[in-house]
């Protein structure tokens, strides 16, 4: 087992425009965050010392030009770029995006060449990020294909865990994404996270329905009954501890969610409406499924507050510490499982 500090954070900037840099900053004022892990931020040191000195922030920076020139215990950031970089907070900038893009796409190859441990994204802004090479809606796709695995979005915060069948794709788009192949594997995926990296036994699972009413019977979509509910009863045969699909009003109205470690939504507003009222700004968005852990905070770039120092940064904290609790569940899961002896002991 490693260190508490040896845990390696790698962080992309996101957009320098908007609020990343300033919640980055803000997390890591506090000096015991240094205990558990040690930070490296993919970007600039210049670019972040003027950031810092403009919203009258202390956290020590640390500039190093390679990797292997990291320090433990400091926050360390790695320069992606030499050149300066003209900032216009809250602005929609395409070179801006660039960068964001620079930053994101050298820390994911850190992490696939385990030069970090985990990855925690600050946002993007997905439209000034596309180009002609890099044409993802977002961080989860490219993650998806640079990583093994397939990847699901589930939002976290204490015991509430949101996850989606489908995500960015229109909603008149959604009862066509349905099949019984889709569902199968998202629920197996969810099983799994539950299982290996927040160490829950046997994980309790609810299925939300596509339909108000889960489709009363058929008289409001046939979806429900003709495609989720075959596909969940065959799972729970197999002895999966999947339930619904459950009505999204009611199971939300009525506190159900709290009976199940995970709820799998049908569709992105589905799930995150409920999940954001719920989760108070300390939610975290963690990309399941995959060999490597990604974590960011379930916010996006909030331009209309970008550069006033008043960005609230508890769910890019909370996202670090996440990323943190799971690359440590992670390895004790491998290590037991790998050690048929320990599961004995760990029983008795």
Known sequence: MKKAENIIVGIS??????????????????????????PVIFANVKVLSFIKKKLELTAPLHGIDKLDQLVLGKINVLNIWREG??????????????????????????????????????????YNIQSEDFKFPGHTDYLDKELEGNALMLMVQDNLRVGLLTDHIPVNEVA???????????????????TQDFGINKPKIAVLALNPHAGDNGVIGKEDDEILKPAIKKLYAKGTLVFGPYAADGFFGSNQYEKYDAVLATYHDQGLIPFKTLSFGNGVNYTAG????????????????????I??????????????????????????????????????
Do not use: M, W
């Not at 930053?103 to 997905?126: G, R």
């Not at 037991?336 to 004995?344: A, E, F, G, V």
């Open 13 to 38: 900037i996101g957009d320098l425009n908007g609020i990343g840099s300033e919640v980055i900053l803000k997390t890591f004022e506090d000096s015991r965050i240094l205990e558990l892990c040690t």
């Open 85 to 126: 970089v003209d900032l216009n907070f809250g602005v929609n900038d395409s070179t801006i995006g660039k960068y964001a893009i620079q930053s994101f796409v050298a820390a994911t190859k850190a992490l696939k060449e385990n030069q970090i441990d985990v990855l925690v994204t600050a946002p993007i802004n997905k």
């Open 176 to 194: 066509k994404h349905l099949t019984e192949k889709l569902i199968t594997q998202k629920i197996e995926i969810i099983k799994l996270a539950l």
């Open 290 to 309: 995959l060999n490597k852990i990604r974590t960011s905070p379930d916010h996006g770039t909030a331009y209309e507050i970008a550069g006033k120092g």
């Open 311 to 348: 960005a609230d940064y508890n769910s890019f904290k909370e996202a670090v510490y996440t990323a943190i609790d799971i690359y440590n569940c992670r390895n004790q899961y491998q290590e037991i499982s790998k050690n048929p002896l320990k599961t004995k002991e760990k029983q008795l």
